[in-house]
C-alpha cells in the first residue's frame, strides 16, 4: 500500500503540456505567483477567452488550481496557481524513487547517518559536471542555472557580502517535506559546482522554497 509521500510517475504527454507551448508558459508564469485571468493574459498576449480556454484545460488535468479570489473594480477575479501535483511533475522522475530510499533508509539508520549520505550523494552528482570558472557571481549564476536544469525556478539576489539563490518552489518538495536531509545533497551539490561553501537557507513554513547563500568574500573585504 502506498505510504505518506509516495508519488506516481504521469504518462509522459501531460509532463509535456507542463513545459511545452502556451499552456507551459501559464504554467511557467504560476510556479512564480498566483495570478488572475486578466494578469495571466497581460503577460502572456492572450485574449481572456483565450486563457479561459487554456486554464480549463489545465485545471482539468489538475495541473492549475484556484487560489482564491482577488478584489476588484466591479467583482472579485479568480486567482489561479500552480498545483502540488504539477510542482512534483516538474520535479522529475527522480522525485519518487529518492522518496522512497528515503523511507527506507530512514527505517534502518539514524538521522545524521542519513545526513551524512545526502551530502556524500550530493558531492558524488558533480561527478560527470564540469565546474564553472570565472568570478564567483558567474559561478552562482550558473548554479541557479542548474537548478532550473533539475526542475527548479531560481534566481540569484546580490545582497550585502552574499549571494542569494532564491526559488519559486522545491524540485525535492516531495522529499524535503518530511526529510530536509535531502536539501543537504544540494547544499553539497552546489558547495561542489561552485567551489565555495553553500549554505541553505530554505523556508519550510507556508510553501516549501529553495534558498542557498554563497558568502561574497570580495565584497566583505571591501568593506
Same mark, same amino acid.
Given at each position: !500500500?502506498?505510504?505518506?509521500?509516495?508519488?506516481?510517475?504521469?504518462?509522459?504527454? =501531460?509532463?509535456?503540456?507542463?513545459?511545452?507551448?502556451?499552456?507551459? &508558459? /501559464?504554467?511557467?508564469?504560476?510556479? =512564480?505567483?498566483?495570478? #488572475?485571468?486578466? +494578469?495571466?493574459?497581460?503577460?502572456?498576449?492572450?485574449?481572456?477567452?483565450?486563457?479561459?480556454? *487554456?486554464?480549463? +484545460?489545465?485545471?482539468?488535468?489538475?495541473?492549475?488550481?484556484?487560489?482564491?479570489? &482577488?478584489?476588484?473594480?466591479?467583482?472579485?477575479?479568480? /486567482?489561479?496557481?500552480? !498545483?502540488?501535483?504539477?510542482?512534483? *511533475?516538474?520535479?522529475?522522475?527522480?522525485?519518487? @524513487?529518492?522518496? &522512497?530510499?528515503?523511507?527506507? @533508509?530512514?527505517?534502518?539508520?539514524?538521522?545524521?547517518?542519513?545526513?551524512?549520505?545526502?551530502?556524500?550523494?550530493?558531492?558524488?552528482?558533480?561527478?560527470? $559536471?564540469? /565546474?564553472?570558472?570565472?568570478?564567483?557571481?558567474? $559561478?552562482?549564476?550558473?548554479?541557479? +542555472?542548474? @537548478?532550473?536544469?533539475?526542475?527548479?525556478? #531560481?534566481?540569484?539576489?546580490?545582497?550585502?557580502?552574499?549571494?542569494? /539563490?532564491?526559488?519559486?518552489?522545491?524540485?525535492?518538495? +516531495?522529499?524535503?517535506?518530511?526529510?530536509?536531509?535531502?536539501?543537504?545533497?544540494?547544499? !553539497? @551539490?552546489? !558547495?561542489?559546482?561552485?567551489? *565555495? =561553501?553553500?549554505?541553505?537557507?530554505?523556508? &519550510?513554513?507556508? $510553501? *516549501?522554497?529553495?534558498?542557498?547563500?554563497?558568502?561574497?568574500?570580495?565584497?566583505?573585504?571591501?568593506?
Amino acid at each position: !500500500s502506498p505510504r505518506p509521500g509516495d508519488v506516481r510517475v504521469k504518462p509522459l504527454d =501531460r509532463q509535456r503540456r507542463l513545459i511545452q507551448g502556451t499552456s507551459g &508558459q /501559464i504554467v511557467e508564469l504560476l510556479r =512564480r505567483n498566483p495570478l #488572475t485571468t486578466d +494578469a495571466i493574459g497581460n503577460a502572456v498576449g492572450l485574449t481572456r477567452t483565450a486563457v479561459r480556454a *487554456q486554464l480549463a +484545460a489545465l485545471l482539468r488535468d489538475g495541473i492549475v488550481e484556484e487560489r482564491g479570489l &482577488q478584489r476588484g473594480p466591479s467583482k472579485p477575479a479568480r /486567482i489561479y496557481g500552480i !498545483s502540488a501535483d504539477a510542482e512534483l *511533475q516538474l520535479s522529475r522522475v527522480y522525485v519518487p @524513487l529518492l522518496t &522512497q530510499l528515503l523511507h527506507v @533508509l530512514t527505517d534502518r539508520m539514524p538521522r545524521s547517518e542519513l545526513d551524512a549520505i545526502m551530502r556524500e550523494v550530493g558531492r558524488g552528482l558533480m561527478a560527470d $559536471r564540469p /565546474i564553472p570558472r570565472g568570478p564567483l557571481k558567474q $559561478r552562482v549564476l550558473a548554479a541557479s +542555472a542548474l @537548478l532550473n536544469d533539475l526542475g527548479g525556478v #531560481t534566481e540569484v539576489d546580490d545582497e550585502v557580502n552574499h549571494f542569494v /539563490i532564491r526559488g519559486h518552489g522545491c524540485p525535492l518538495a +516531495a522529499a524535503t517535506a518530511q526529510y530536509p536531509e535531502a536539501c543537504n545533497a544540494l547544499e !553539497s @551539490l552546489l !558547495s561542489e559546482f561552485v567551489g *565555495q =561553501r553553500v549554505r541553505k537557507c530554505c523556508e &519550510q513554513h507556508q $510553501r *516549501q522554497r529553495c534558498c542557498f547563500k554563497v558568502a561574497n568574500r570580495a565584497a566583505r573585504a571591501s568593506r
